[in-house]
């Protein structure tokens, strides 16, 4: 089935989908569309409305893992979403014929996610989860930056090298300003059979360092289990009443969705990260700035074009002019501002964070 491309991307706001959650690793291979899957699974079984969106443009594998019992169709500009297990479910696989190769570029790539977004007719939903691309760059930018994303939820497996890139990925959220719900620690442990056991094939403990370096929950631990690959690739799920009572992984992954459940509404009482309530010229060259929290900063532009982040001043000290002003401010998302300067550099989007540190006097 082709994609159509519709004209209007802005048609068909979400405000019907109650809460938004990305299922997130920044590193493929670590079981985040089995996490996102099993999560949908789990949030059906408890009687929510739950919609899935495959994200993963370059490996979208959900279609397998959720086999449909209807195609999505189009409906004039709206496009209906296939049904699988009671799940909405929608993925670039239906769009492509299979084993064709994924080969899209990132502002393709970004179109054809802001018209899943936008164009899909989700109808009401209490969850959509988002299977998020792996990798930190344009695609997961831009769409962590339109998704509305209520919270987003990291995948782990317990060693380092997929830490490094759960950190990176975390990174990228709290850029713009999506708070972490938690983090899901995949293929913790394993044994086999009838053994009672564990083994550590992937060390212990990561998921758990993660959630402490942020100060967020450690969702679960979901053990290494043939059942979840096994039955993942024919398009079964693990939530069989038959089997799920004795498989480890299905109780892991149910206790996951509680702790998940009952995360979400703690996240309104984390302290609301930096964000700019007003901003002012104070003359030409100085800018007031009046945050959320209630502080008030004045600063020069002098002071803020020298920590121009962009490539090239990063790269060599630039040469700033003490009287420098601006032609106009733009926010971006709602994460930074752009000045654009009266002289040198205007290529730099300047955080919020690192604008706050300025003004407490907390950079070199
Ligand atoms: P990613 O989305 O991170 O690339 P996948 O969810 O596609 O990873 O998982 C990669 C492979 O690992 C798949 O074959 C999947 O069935 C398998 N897998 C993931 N988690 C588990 C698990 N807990 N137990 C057994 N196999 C798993």
Known sequence: MPLPVLQNNKIGPISQIKNVIAVAAGK?????????VNLALCLSELGYKVGLLDADLYGPSIRKMLPEVKLPVQQNERLEPALSFGIKVIS?????????????????????????????????????IIDFPPGTGDIQLTLAQNAQITAAVM????????????????????QVGVPIVGVIENMSWYAPGVQTVKTYPFGKGGGARFAEENGIPLLGEIPIDEAVSYRADRGFSIFVEEIA??????????????????????LSERPPSKKVEKM??????????????????????????????CAQCTEKTPSITNDVGVHKVESIGKYALH????????????????????????KE
Not at 28 to 36: E, I, N, P, Q, Y
Not at 251 to 262: K, P, V
Not at 284 to 307: D, M, V
């Open 28 to 36: 493929g291979g670590v079981g985040k569309s089995t996490v996102a």
């Open 92 to 128: 670039m696989a239906f769009f492509r014929k299979e084993g064709q190769p994924a080969a899209v570029r990132a502002p393709i790539a970004n179109k054809i996610l802001t018209q899943f977004i936008r164009t899909v007719a989700w109808g009401e939903l209490d969850y959509l």
């Open 155 to 174: 995948v782990t497996t317990p060693q380092e090298v997929a830490l490094m890139d759960v950190r990176k990925a975390a990174a990228l959220f709290q």
């Open 245 to 266: 009572e004795q498989l480890p992984a299905a109780a892991a992954f149910r206790q996951a969705t509680q702790n998940l459940l009952a995360a979400l509404p703690k």
């Open 280 to 309: 002012y010229l104070a003359d030409p060259a100085t800018c007031c700035i009046e945050w959320n929290n209630g502080r008030k900063h004045t600063l020069k532009f002098s002071q803020i074009q020298k920590y121009c982040p």
């Open 339 to 362: 000045f654009d300067f009266t002289q040198g550099c205007s290529h730099g989007i300047y955080e919020f964070e690192m604008l706050y540190q300025l003004g407490e006097g907390k």
